[in-house]
């Protein structure tokens, strides 16, 4: 029987009234390769962070190498053994492989004073990549490198440390065939000589290459912890999926309309690839997969946030050339961008002008003078027709709740009379009310003939909401349907790579 090296037991974490975790129990041996696995929003990443110091628990304990623990922080649990490969790449751009690897820990190199052996420095590299297999050069700089390039090299970090666990969150996500088959190998003979892996991924193919054991996480609670070979894939999906699907919101009958945009072979290179659809105005096209598929990174692409490097965008039926969201605005599109507080509100800004900022030229006169009195009844029609709860107009927009600050970012969208609106996670992080009216705005959207491109990682949100559905799965459209055929089950099937 092998050696127990980690126990996480009844771990519980909530976050202002809401279970991040319930109850929650982990137990991983030593040279063990665990996949730890469940929909966005199951509760992984909470624990791994809880295990890593980042939170605190509620409650439960943490027992690691036979001793109970509590880590202060990442770096602490870095020095007792814990590194994490990050889904986000985490290196620094200006700076060579080699002093990436080493970064904080340079005394290993200091001579004499502060003078640093370089050659030394390149050599323990060199020694690192050739016996993991990765032909990198140490002294290449970062930004020099592909992204699958980088991610091979914080692979390699994590293992400088030579630590006894190693976590890995959606390590391949970036990574060809060939460099997928790599990092297998690596998995495999770290594994050998003791070291446990904790294996953090969606795509299912790859949990039953190299996991000997499967946990299962939803809404927050453990599912089940077995070993893979007792597990069939579709009985895996089941138990990741494992709910009873209602409608959440009964949208009016609109009968679709003409093509307003049509998009076709975009591609942004490394990051998603000969994406083609249509959306027609009064529709609402459903976009879904999992966290790290390109569902995002796809529609920024569209609206000109990120720069597209193929591909062809229609508006109407002519061609446009959308390089900014500049471009966008100007041609009739909107876009509510997944990230509310980094890239929706202003903070410094109030909530009427966080409204109203996206049609400030509409709000000046003819000799280009800014209208106050306009803006404030602009404001107050819209605040009152997406029923935002306030107080003075001119407070932060950081005093509204999450919920209304979302109204105000739609409301500032709305207001600039779009023929096309982009909604990536409208709900993401508001309450049950606040969904229930945002889910009514996006029907008073179609109402009006607009096209509607919606992408949310809650599937009975998608399956409520959508005329037609898309799924993304690692930056491609791998199925299309109709909102009425689709099933849950069918939708996650398509997004782990079960289907298609």
């Avoid at 137990?27 to 469940?38: K, V, Y």
Wanted: hydrophobic share 40%.
């Amino acid at each position: 029987m092998k050696e127990v090296m980690l126990e996480m037991k009844n771990i519980s974490k909530s976050f202002g009234g809401v279970h991040a975790l319930n109850n929650v129990s982990l137990t991983i041996s030593r040279g063990e390769t665990h996949a730890l696995i469940g929909e966005n929003g199951a509760g992984k990443s909470t624990l791994m962070k809880i295990l890593l110091g980042m939170y605190k628990s509620d409650s439960g304990e943490i027992i690691y190498k036979g001793k109970q623990t509590k880590f202060a922080s990442p770096a602490d649990a870095l020095r007792n053994g814990i590194s994490m490969i990050h889904q986000e790449i985490s290196l620094l751009p200006d700076m060579t492989v080699a002093e990436n690897i080493w970064f904080g820990r340079e005394k290993e190199f200091v001579s004499v004073g502060v003078w640093i052996r370089i050659r030394e420095r390149y050599r323990r590299t060199k020694d690192l990549l050739d016996s993991l297999a990765i032909d990198i050069d140490p002294n290449a700089v970062v930004r020099r490198l592909s992204v699958a390039q980088m991610q091979l090299v914080e692979l390699a970090r994590a293992i400088s440390y030579d630590p006894s666990i190693i976590i890995m969150d959606e390590p391949t996500s970036a990574l060809s065939d060939k460099e997928i088959e790599l990092l297998y190998a690596i998995v495999r003979d770290i594994a050998k000589k003791g070291v446990t892996t904790i294996f953090i991924s969606h795509k299912l193919e790859e949990i039953y290459a190299i996991c000997e054991n499967i946990t299962v996480l939803r809404d927050g609670s453990l599912i089940r912890s077995c070993p893979a070979r007792e597990l069939p894939q579709n009985e895996l999906v089941n138990l990741i999926v494992g709910r009873k699907v209602e409608k959440l919101f009964e949208r009016s009958k609109v009968e679709p309309g003409k093509v307003v945009l049509e998009v076709r072979n975009l591609e942004r290179t490394g990051v998603c690839k000969d994406i083609n659809f249509e959306v027609r105005s009064g529709e609402v096209l459903g976009v879904c997969g999992l966290m790290g598929a390109g569902r995002s990174e796809i529609m920024r692409a569209v609206f000109g946030i990120d720069k597209k490097t193929g591909g062809q965008i229609f508006l109407n039926g002519k061609e446009v050339r959308i390089r900014h969201p500049y471009d966008a605005v100007h041609n009739g599109m909107a876009m509510v961008t997944e990230d509310r507080l980094r890239q929706g509100v202003i903070s410094v800004f109030s909530v009427m002008q966080n409204m109203t900022l996206a049609n400030f030229y509409r709000l000046c006169n003819k000799l280009g003078f800014f209208r106050k009195g306009k803006e404030a009844r602009v404001f107050q029609e819209k605040a009152e027709e997406l029923s935002v709860k306030y107080g003075d107009p001119k407070a932060p927009i950081g005093s509204l709740s999450g919920g209304n600050q979302q109204k105000v970012i739609i409301g500032r969208w709305m207001l600039t009379n779009p023929e096309v609106f982009l909604l990536d996670e409208p709900t993401r992080g508001i309450d049950v009310g606040s969904k229930a009216e945002v889910y009514k705005m996006i029907d008073e959207l179609t109402k009006k003939g607009i096209a509607v491109v919606m992408i949310s990682s809650e599937l009975p949100e998608i399956l409520s909401l959508s005329d037609r559905i898309l799924v993304v799965r690692n930056g491609e459209i791998v199925h299309e349907c109709k909102g009425a055929e689709a099933t849950q089950e069918s939708l996650m099937e398509y997004a782990f790579g079960i289907r298609g």
